[in-house]
Nanobody, 117 residues
């Protein structure tokens, strides 16, 4: 499975960004796609879940982003989106897309999100 992310960038505090992640390859009908982030100075094992969504549209959000971020997906396009509003400097991180199915996990290359104060 290959994941291609887009949409990161530099934004002022209070601004918005929309991330996209398109999956291709051997995609199972039932899967979970989501976004994780790795803050500056943190290691890979310290990546934190931001939000995830199943093919059935069940969602999970980190408490720190609930009410500000919205995850959605287009199953026909195997694409997941993350709408990020009211961004804060502490949201600055590399955001990684992740795909899970039946014990397999794949990561995207990451996209930088920088929020200036």
């Amino acid at each position: 499975v290959r994941l291609v992310e887009s949409g990161g960038g530099l934004v002022q505090a209070g601004g918005s960004l929309r991330l996209s992640c398109a999956a291709s390859g051997s995609i199972f009908d039932i899967n979970v796609m989501g976004w994780y982030r790795q803050a500056p100075g943190k290691q890979r094992y310290q990546r934190e879940l931001v939000a995830e969504i199943s093919t059935g549209a069940s969602t999970t959000y980190a408490p720190s982003v609930k009410g500000r971020f919205t995850i959605s997906r287009d199953n026909a396009k195997n694409t997941v989106y993350l709408q990020m509003n009211s961004l804060k400097p502490e949201d600055t991180a590399v955001y990684y897309c992740k795909y899970n199915d039946y014990g397999h996990a794949y990561w995207g290359q990451g996209t930088q999100v920088t929020v200036s104060s």
